[in-house]
């Protein structure tokens, strides 16, 4: 306290009044005076006190009486002090029994007195002090989550300082192994053992069963006592380990997928490339993407593409050799061998192979798993895979350069078609360089004009003459020189610049027409489609745009699609076609019969003309079943209406033969090769003079 201690005397001696209250302010007290026992409870209600010292023998009521009075009134902190001139031992045990904290024996030393109570005043603030920490520890411990016991040698559980409600330990009284399982009070003991050897800190970690099959995880610190003793602070921490399993789940598994990722697979690939570098054995990396998933992605929106995913992933998980088999993803999924490393590209390491076709088989038989239809929200889908694979140590000693080089023979693998595998080499780096610096290329390439157009005729069977031309692509590159549309053409598929070159192909081919329609002659113009411009949705705007700024009629415009454009059907694509149809252009499936070849699409879709693909005429005369598919194209043709136009015609035979079937128009190098459009002035100018048919 920081003011001066105030103390209220009470005695029916004036004489010992005054002289105490002297003695006591000459001691740095302050104090007050009341004669009797009840003037003494009137005084501590009315004024602050904090000490009181009764004579036991005060007329009305005495000390004992007004010490119980005042105790029951002041609780246990105040100091009360009796005075007694009794000597016998009742009277010290009746002051101490009616609640008094000390006494003082008369007759007084009123020399001693202030030194006395100056003791007792310390010893009160000394016990004050004491209530405080003892509440302050009290509080502490009870707020802890921890459960703290003492504990014997021999493991007895003494007492519980904190945790009483916490029944997963032992009881006090009772032995660890009351609730502990064997093993975990054996590392108790082992390690009260060695912190009594050693001194300092043990710390032990250990399971046990929780509620609902689950596991509660802790921690527990053990520190010296005494000989006899230790200190043991037990922390539940499964929140905790809770917690740093999801912070690995994050950081090492896909979300999605609940596959590795990528960051996982390095490491574990890190792991099996210096396993196979003591075993001198050989690991393959396979990387594989799924043919086809952007534009699933893209058309049906990404919750669906996100449960192909999941469902691809599965299927992945079923690919892999027995002993290869992955593992649910958690900490200890030493045999994880599939990852997936973003959007729809997957890896798997296959350690421990003998011959490099041990890869092959399992690429194959990821293959066949992906053919198989997925059933997604009432959809049927089909998906492939393209997949590249790097051995170790042939194709990379390292984790990075064997994910690369798998990628780079992924890329080739899709390049030559999808659904394909490729095993990787140095020359395919070389490819992918190129391929990397024909991108940068083709950025540039329509700002710099590097393209025109090639127009190859068509000759009409029924006239002898020309009265439609293809306009085909080329890139003369300032560098490099001429590049295949085979090359080119890919490339800017997959990364979207087939867009604005598609939509200049167009513009330049009706502008190129228009002017040769001014000199006379009114040919139709073939323009190739990409199934990305059907994708992009604005096909339509466009086509009416260029038409109108280039005077072009649309019935002088023909579009020339694949199959896979019509495969995947989707509501963007059947709609422009229906527009184009109903602006007056004319529809022509190109390569008819390399692929699926569906009768369904064909009764339902607005086409014109059917292409026979080159590949069939190259084999005529003397290919029987080229020659047969032939025969059935052009039946199928009339009988649905369409014309029949036959391409890669080189020889009079073939030609010859196909007039004969009643195709109705060719086209070939054995007419034409494609020419710009000077030559093909010249060409039309010299048809025009010839008014008899051609002849073949």
């Avoid at 053990?222 to 950081?251: F, G, M, N």
């Avoid at 952007?294 to 599965?314: E, P």
Wanted: glycine share 6%; aromatic share 6%; charged share 25%.
């Amino acid at each position: 306290m920081n003011e001066m201690p105030r103390i209220l005397l009470a005695d029916d001696d004036i004489t010992a009044l005054m002289l105490m209250g002297a003695a006591l302010e000459k001691a740095g007290f302050t104090t007050f005076s009341v004669q009797d026992g009840a003037e003494a409870l009137t005084a501590f209600e009315q004024t602050r006190c904090d000490m009181v010292l009764l004579d036991v023998d005060m007329p009305r009521m005495d000390g004992f009486q007004a010490c119980i009075h005042l105790r029951r009134q002041a609780g246990d902190e105040l100091p009360i002090v009796m005075v007694t001139g009794m000597d016998d031992l009742d009277s010290i045990a009746r002051a101490f029994e009616a609640g008094a904290t000390d006494f003082l024996s008369k007759p007084i030393h009123w020399n001693l007195i202030g030194h006395r109570v100056k003791y007792l005043w310390r010893a009160h603030l000394t016990r004050l002090a004491l209530h405080r920490a003892n509440a302050r520890n009290a509080a502490i411990l009870s707020a802890l989550p921890d459960i703290m016991f003492r504990l014997t040698n021999d493991g007895m559980v003494l007492d519980r300082l904190a945790g009483q409600d916490d029944h997963t330990h032992p009881q006090p009284g009772t032995h660890l192994q009351h609730n502990l399982p064997t093993e975990v009070t054996q590392a108790y003991l082992d390690a009260v053992r060695q912190v009594r050897a050693e001194g300092g800190l043990q710390h032990i970690e250990y399971t046990l069963p929780g509620k609902d099959q689950s596991s509660r995880y802790f921690e527990t610190r053990i520190v010296l006592i005494d000989s006899q003793e230790t200190l043991c602070l037990v922390r539940d921490i499964t929140a905790r380990k809770e917690a740093d399993s999801e912070i690995y789940r994050l950081a090492y598994f896909d979300t999605l997928t609940g596959l590795a990722n990528r960051q996982h697979l390095i490491e574990r690939l890190e792991g099996e490339i210096r396993r196979a570098s003591g075993n001198h054995s050989q690991l393959g990396v396979l990387f594989l993407d799924l043919d086809g998933f952007k534009h699933i992605n893209d058309t049906l929106g990404h919750a669906t593409g996100d449960m192909l995913l999941q469902h691809a992933s599965q299927r992945l998980r079923l690919g892999v050799r027995p002993t290869d088999t992955v593992s649910r993803p958690s900490h200890e999924s030493r045999g994880m061998n599939l990852a997936r490393l973003g959007g729809d590209e997957f890896t798997v390491i296959i350690p421990d192979m003998i011959h490099p076709e041990d890869a092959l088989t399992v690429a194959h038989r990821i293959q066949e798993l992906m053919r198989q239809p997925f059933f997604i929200t009432g959809r049927e889908m089909v998906l492939t895979a393209s997949i590249g694979i790097a051995v170790y140590p042939d194709d990379g000693e390292d984790a990075d350069t064997l994910i690369k080089h798998a990628d780079t023979a992924m890329y080739h693998a899709k390049y030559l078609g999808r659904d394909n595998i490729q095993f990787y080499s140095p020359s395919l780096t070389h490819q992918a360089m190129r391929r990397l610096n024909m991108e940068t290329a083709l950025r540039r390439a329509l700002e710099a004009q590097e393209f025109y157009l090639v127009y190859q005729p068509q000759l009409d069977l029924s006239t002898g003459r020309i009265l439609s031309v293809e306009a085909l692509i080329r890139w003369a590159h300032p560098q490099q020189g001429m590049i295949s549309p085979m090359e080119f053409i890919p490339l800017a598929e997959s990364n979207g610049l087939i867009i604005p070159i598609g939509e200049w192909v167009l513009r330049t081919a009706c502008r190129e027409v228009a002017h040769w329609h001014a000199r006379g002659h009114p040919l139709r113009v073939a323009v190739n489609l990409s199934p990305a411009q059907f994708r992009h949705g604005v096909l339509t705007d466009i086509v009416r745009d260029i038409l109108q700024d280039t005077g072009l009629k649309a019935a002088h415009l023909e579009m020339e699609i694949t199959e896979s454009t019509l495969m995947d059907e989707s509501a963007t694509t059947l709609q422009t076609l229906r527009e184009l149809h109903e602006m007056g252009l004319k529809i022509s499936l190109d390569d008819f019969g390399t692929g699926y070849s569906s009768m369904s699409y064909l009764k339902r879709l607005p086409l014109h003309n059917l292409k026979v693909d080159r590949s069939f005429v190259s084999g005529l005369p003397h290919d029987t079943e080229s020659l047969a598919i032939i025969k059935a194209i052009i039946s199928l043709g009339e009988s649905l209406g369409f014309t029949v136009t036959a391409e890669g015609v080189e020889t009079l035979a073939q030609a010859e033969i196909l007039k004969q079937q009643s195709c109705h128009a060719l086209q070939g190098y054995y007419f034409s090769q494609p020419v710009s459009s000077d030559r093909i002035l010249a060409l039309l100018d010299k048809h025009k003079k010839n008014d008899g048919p051609a002849s073949i």
